[in-house]
């Protein structure tokens, strides 16, 4: 079991000397480094309006797989959190497993709640059999991040928007500079930017529950991660030491999430120019996009009707308003209603533009697909496997790699 730690001793501290009956909730929730400052900035708004809750955060879960992972592992040891903020897609397997509650009769309770204020694509994500189980809490797009001044010094004025485009740019930085010229974070959680690479294409990743990747865009997607791998010269590091070296100034682009942003922002070094832009396309733009982002579920199993309501003012302040707007105040990811971006939309994305980038691709999201059945976990690790041996150069005919995933992947996937 993982220890508890408070986000803010000093705060929770102060809130229960001022309560006469504080009601005590926990949560969890996945990437430290991106999202502690958004919640240490919405429970200072939330203590202010909700005085009488207690809020205690557990040990982040390291990624989302992980979080997934140690709910389960909780639903067993009956240990598990009020809240936990789970990846989209895992949100199916939470529901399956009854470890998520339905949201639909607190919603009803609310005079003034409106679902219709959430994007579509997010809350349709987190509706199973009529039923809304998870309120978005963070929205993203994968996009592109560029250092300017070495895209120039290499000679490329115009940002790339295709994948032969970033490929042919490569070559120039490596011909005429001494940076890095590229990091595409392959190995982000779910496999999320291969299958951006097919939905770019108009194409899902997963259908009729098999995996759909044989086919001439599957084999398309693969070629152009090898393209990526072996004409670029990446580096095999993680995604959060990649953002560390394109905000020291050292990388010339950097494709992944649009979570990046506010990291780059605060850690940038010298005076260099960093944009982000749309993420590049296959042929073209992209056709769609994956939703990224997780999502506030309710996973209590105490029968006390004022600890459930408590979890629930929770995820609805950390979902909508202000709350949903430290989201982007403090990432760069998009907040999940529309009435949080029109709170932004007016000063703050005019003065952040690199952040705007994501709010701009909204009308490409498309499903983020987990995997069906028991194996979905083990199945994203298996297409992790493949990608690492064409990363570290083992397999090198796509075609034939493609046909050996696909055929171990749908083994494992329910019949």
């Keep these: 079991m993982k220890t508890l730690l408070p986000l803010s001793t000093a705060l929770i501290a102060a809130m229960a000397t001022t309560q006469a009956h504080a009601v005590d909730i926990e949560v969890g929730y996945a990437y430290s480094a991106t999202f502690d400052l958004t919640f240490e900035q919405i429970m200072q708004e939330f203590a202010k309006s909700h005085p009488d809750i207690t809020v205690t955060f557990r040990a982040t879960y390291e990624n989302y797989e992980d979080a997934t992972n140690t709910v389960l592992r909780e639903a067993v040891a009956n240990t598990l959190p009020d809240v936990s903020f789970q990846a989209l897609n895992r949100q199916a397997l939470l529901v399956e497993r009854g470890i998520a509650k339905p949201l639909d009769a607190y919603i009803a309770a609310e005079p003034d709640f409106e679902t219709d204020g959430y994007h579509k694509a997010m809350l349709d994500l987190s509706t199973f059999g009529g039923q809304i189980y998870g309120l978005p809490f963070s929205v993203s797009t994968p996009i592109s991040f560029y250092n300017r001044d070495i895209l120039e010094a290499a000679g490329v004025d115009t940002l790339p928007a295709t994948w032969d485009e970033v490929i042919a740019a490569c070559q120039l930085i490596k011909d005429k500079t001494d940076k ?3 990091y595409w974070e392959w190995n982000i959680s779910g496999n999320w930017l291969l299958q951006a690479a097919m939905w770019s294409q108009g194409v899902p990743m997963i259908k009729d529950g098999k995996l759909n990747m044989d086919n001439p865009e599957g084999l398309k997607a693969l070629e152009t991660a090898k393209a990526i791998f072996r004409d670029c010269g990446m580096k ?4 959060g030491d990649a953002a560390k070296s394109l905000a020291a100034g050292d990388l010339g682009m950097f494709f992944s999430s649009t979570a990046y942003v506010g990291f780059v922002d605060r850690s940038k ?5 960093f944009v982000t832009a749309p993420y590049p396309g296959i042929d073209g733009a992209p ?3 994956p939703a990224g982002g997780n ?3 309710l996973t209590s199993t105490s029968q006390d009707p004022e600890v459930l309501e408590a979890a629930w003012q929770f995820i609805k302040f950390t979902t909508s308003g202000a709350g949903a707007a430290a989201v982007a105040l403090t990432t760069g990811y998009v907040p999940p209603n529309k009435v949080a971006n029109e709170l932004l939309m007016e000063d703050f994305y ?4 690199n952040k705007l980038t994501a709010v701009n691709q909204l009308p490409l999201l498309s499903e983020w697909f987990a995997y069906p059945g028991d194996n979905g976990l083990a199945v994203t690790q298996v ?3 493949y990608l690492e041996a064409i990363f570290v150069g083992d397999a090198t005919d796509m075609e034939e790699l493609r046909d050996e995933m696909v055929e171990e992947v749908n083994a494992l996937l329910p019949r």
């Design 180 to 182: 890095e010229p590229l």
């Design 236 to 239: 095999n590091v993680i995604g």
């Design 295 to 297: 999502s506030a579920m």
């Design 269 to 273: 070094v010298g005076d260099w120019e």
């Design 287 to 289: 056709q769609a996009l």
């Design 383 to 385: 297409i992790e496997d």
């Design 350 to 353: 005019a003065k952040n533009p």
